[in-house]
């Protein structure tokens, strides 16, 4: 599969799409708490995403080759779960971390994002990991322009989290997206700057890092679908979905309750402008 170059009314669809997703997980805040199960929350946003998005959402029976059908509408992966959470009815308690995955499909565009929560008063261990993924995925972010390659942004990545003392999870990668869930390139959160493809304008995707606190070997659970750190230590992941434009990089995937971007985003905006 070649890499699809969007063209300016795609870039418009995918906007839509993008906001819309990130939305659901503005919706969803205020109910990540002690006590909520995450079969709670999915139904909370399918029928956020269907009743009032008119939207359909992407992860509902999901069926890539190998995989049984995904059966719930978001991923939520909780604590040592690294991807591919699937809702279950099992109360979160304080103390946890929980991504959930979003992926809205509107007027056949693709919008996909995550977040990381603490649910309730984390540890400071478990907050420093969640924020230190999200730096890590802005780290990437900001490496995107034309000319660039996506080793650039998996270097970044990885320089930045293994200077922490933290793992990058290898068998996952952020990808490209459009009108199909997941479609060329792979963007891998690892790598040497320089190598792999050349960015060029109407290239979209996904950057998603999936940050261990301790080793970076994982393991499938035997639902078919959730991915575990093999020593059991937390993982952290975000996501958003990215636009190579003329003269650098927008994020599609933004919404009124997004977090604002880090320090070192804005002030090297700052310093641009």
Same mark, same amino acid.
């Given at each position: 599969?070649? #890499?699809?170059?969007?063209?300016?009314?795609?870039?418009?669809?995918?906007?839509?799409?993008?906001?819309?997703?990130?939305?659901?997980?503005?919706?969803?805040? +205020?109910?990540?708490?002690?006590?909520?199960?995450?079969?709670?929350?999915?139904?909370?946003?399918?029928?956020?995403?269907?009743?009032? $998005?008119? @939207? #359909?959402?992407?992860?509902?029976?999901?069926?890539?080759?190998?995989?049984? +059908?995904?059966?719930?509408?978001?991923?939520? !992966?909780?604590? $040592?779960? =690294?991807?591919?959470?699937?809702?279950?009815?099992?109360?979160?308690?304080?103390?946890? %971390? =929980?991504?959930? &995955?979003?992926?809205? #499909?509107? &007027?056949?565009?693709?919008?996909?994002?995550?977040?990381?929560? =603490?649910?309730?008063?984390?540890?400071?261990?478990?907050?420093?990991?969640?924020?230190?993924?999200?730096? *890590?995925?802005?780290?990437? #972010?900001?490496?995107?322009?034309?000319?660039?390659?996506?080793?650039?942004? @998996?270097?970044?990545?990885?320089?930045?989290?293994?200077?922490?003392?933290?793992? %990058?999870?290898?068998?996952?990668?952020?990808?490209? %997206?459009?009108?199909?869930?997941?479609?060329?390139? /792979?963007?891998?959160?690892?790598?040497?700057?320089?190598?792999?493809?050349?960015?060029?304008?109407?290239?979209?995707?996904?950057?998603?890092?999936?940050?261990? *606190?301790?080793?970076?070997?994982?393991?499938?659970?035997? &639902?078919?679908?959730? %991915?575990?750190?093999?020593?059991?230590?937390?993982?952290? /992941?975000?996501?958003?979905?990215?636009?190579?434009?003329?003269?650098?990089?927008? =994020?599609?995937?933004? !919404?009124?309750?997004?977090? +604002?971007?880090? *320090?070192?985003?804005? *002030?090297?905006?700052?310093?641009?402008?």
């Amino acid at each position: 599969m070649a #890499i699809t170059i969007k063209t300016a009314a795609d870039v418009e669809g995918m906007r839509i799409a993008g906001r819309l997703a990130s939305e659901v997980l503005d919706m969803l805040t +205020p109910h990540v708490k002690p006590g909520v199960t995450t079969n709670e929350l999915d139904k909370l946003a399918h029928d956020y995403i269907v009743n009032v $998005q008119q @939207g #359909i959402p992407a992860p509902l029976n999901y069926c890539p080759p190998g995989y049984i +059908p995904y059966p719930k509408s978001i991923c939520t !992966s909780v604590n $040592q779960q =690294v991807c591919h959470g699937i809702p279950n009815d099992k109360a979160l308690k304080n103390g946890d %971390i =929980v991504n959930i &995955d979003v992926t809205v #499909i509107k &007027d056949g565009w693709h919008g996909d994002t995550s977040r990381m929560f =603490v649910v309730g008063d984390g540890s400071i261990a478990a907050k420093r990991l969640c924020a230190f993924t999200y730096d *890590a995925m802005w780290k990437g #972010i900001a490496k995107v322009k034309p000319g660039a390659r996506l080793g650039d942004i @998996g270097h970044a990545i990885q320089t930045f989290a293994e200077n922490a003392g933290f793992s %990058i999870v290898r068998e996952f990668c952020g990808h490209g %997206i459009g009108q199909v869930f997941h479609e060329e390139p /792979q963007v891998l959160h690892y790598g040497r700057p320089g190598t792999l493809d050349e960015l060029v304008p109407g290239m979209m995707f996904t950057i998603e890092p999936m940050i261990n *606190a301790g080793r970076r070997e994982i393991r499938e659970t035997g &639902d078919g679908w959730t %991915i575990v750190t093999k020593d059991r230590s937390l993982s952290a /992941q975000w996501e958003h979905t990215i636009l190579v434009t003329e003269t650098g990089y927008e =994020v599609m995937t933004l !919404s009124a309750g997004s977090p +604002p971007p880090p *320090a070192f985003i804005t *002030a090297a905006a700052a310093a641009t402008a």
